[in-house]
T-cell receptor, first 111, second 113 residues
């Protein structure tokens, strides 16, 4: 039950905004967002929990629609440093806890 | 620098061989996670250990095993290696649970020839 990310790729100019979506067909307990630059390890951005709790960086915003089993990551006034591949990881409740990652959204910010 | 260390950085080996990847978590973190990242399969969760005990299992093959030692470092053992096992293997750590922030190590790039 890999989550589906959209779009697969997006190209922006510095200062523009972008939204990355992550959808699941199963009820979610939490959604995790990571950014990975080429050749580097993923870096934590945000966790959104069922019930509304969020943990993350102040400059990143995201939403979690429990009814639609969907999360969106909002990147506003993008900077060159935002370039990378964004992954969402979904966690389902119950005893079998694990993170299942989407295939990633490649974001390129141009000057 | 996340505070998570992994050794070795690169590993080249032959099919059928066995290798061990090592991970030291951030100071104070009790949970260790192992992930595999390959071009065709993306980022996949393999296994989580918490304070020495296995807590969650993902898409980990039977040829692979892991453990976490009393000093909290962890090792991932990969045996009977196949070409398809070539990938980046990341270790991450968090304070306790899956809903805590995970900090990723720099990874070990495994190449199976």
């Amino acid at each position: 039950q890999q989550p589906v990310q959209s779009p697969q790729a997006v190209i922006l100019r510095e200062g523009e905004d972008a939204v990355i979506n992550c959808s699941s067909s199963k009820a979610l307990y939490s959604v995790h967002w990571y950014r990975q630059k080429h050749g580097e390890a993923p870096v934590f951005l945000m966790i959104l929990l069922k019930g509304g709790e969020q943990k993350g960086h102040e400059k990143i915003s995201a939403s979690f629609n429990e009814k639609k089993q969907q999360s969106s990551l909002y990147l506003t006034a993008s900077q060159l440093s935002y370039s990378g591949t964004y992954f969402c990881g979904t966690e389902f409740g119950g005893s079998a806890r694990q993170l299942t990652f989407g295939s990633g959204t490649q974001l390129t910010v141009l000057p | 620098d996340s505070g998570v260390t992994q050794t070795p950085k690169h590993l080249i080996t032959a099919t059928g061989q066995r290798v061990t990847l090592r991970c030291s978590p951030r100071s104070g973190d009790l949970s260790v996670y192992w992930y595999q990242q390959s071009l065709d399969q993306g980022l996949q969760f393999l296994i989580q250990y918490y304070n020495g005990e296995e807590r969650a299992k993902g898409n980990i093959l039977e040829r692979f095993s892991a453990q976490q030692f009393p000093d909290l470092h962890s090792e991932l053992n990969l045996s009977s290696l196949e070409l398809g096992d070539s990938a980046l293997y990341f270790c991450a750590s968090s304070v306790e649970s899956m809903t805590d922030t995970q900090y990723f190590g720099p990874g070990t790039r495994l190449t199976v020839l």
